[in-house]
């Protein structure tokens, strides 16, 4: 039996169709993933500050009275943050806690886990005063480093806020 070869035009089309389509395909597909995943780690950002400060809110100076003790610490505060924000690393983000008798910053926010300091502060917490949350995070998109050209540039980083203003209501 005598093999006979036929030429074939097809030969090697594979690769070549995978190079034209396959590699931006997997780019598109890790932008895709790295864009959902800072998305979901803003909204987190966002979600825990809200909480914090509607918390906060809700312990204002009338909250002590009739021998309630609610009174809450920034620690406690922040113990509450972070269990809200598990799509974050807690060395990245800054809490700024606002309130009529100035600011408290924790950078990183772990600095204030275990301070004992009144928020809001005993003065100025009267109905209707206000109180901010605001924080801070620094995202990193490796989309970057993929980029064609790129010449080993590193990691893309940016920073994204979150603020959340409340009134004290009791």
């Not at 005598?2 to 030969?11: A, C």
């Not at 979600?47 to 914090?52: C, D, K, P, S």
């Not at 064609?148 to 959340?164: D, R, W």
Request: include cysteine; charge should be positive; hydrophobic fraction near 40%.
């Amino acid at each position: 039996m005598e093999m006979v070869r036929t030429s074939n035009p097809r030969r090697g089309s594979s690769l070549v169709e995978f190079a034209l389509l396959g590699i931006p395909v997997i780019f598109l597909l890790t932008s895709v993933i790295a864009a959902s995943l800072d998305m979901w780690q803003f909204f987190t950002l966002s979600y825990a500050t809200e909480i914090a400060a509607r918390y906060a809110g809700m312990h204002g100076a009338t909250c002590t009275a009739n021998s309630n003790s609610c009174t809450i610490t920034i620690g406690s505060v922040v113990t509450l943050f972070e269990k809200q924000s598990i799509a974050l690393n807690k060395a990245k983000v800054t809490v700024k806690f606002t309130d009529g008798s100035g600011t408290t910053t924790c950078n990183p926010v772990s600095s204030c886990e275990g301070s004992a300091t009144q928020y809001p502060a005993s003065a100025n917490n009267t109905v209707g005063s206000s109180i901010t949350v605001a924080a801070t995070y620094s995202l990193v998109n490796p989309v970057v480093m993929l980029w064609p050209g790129s010449n080993g540039v590193k990691a893309g980083t940016f920073t994204v806020g979150a603020t959340s203003t409340q009134p004290i209501v009791f």
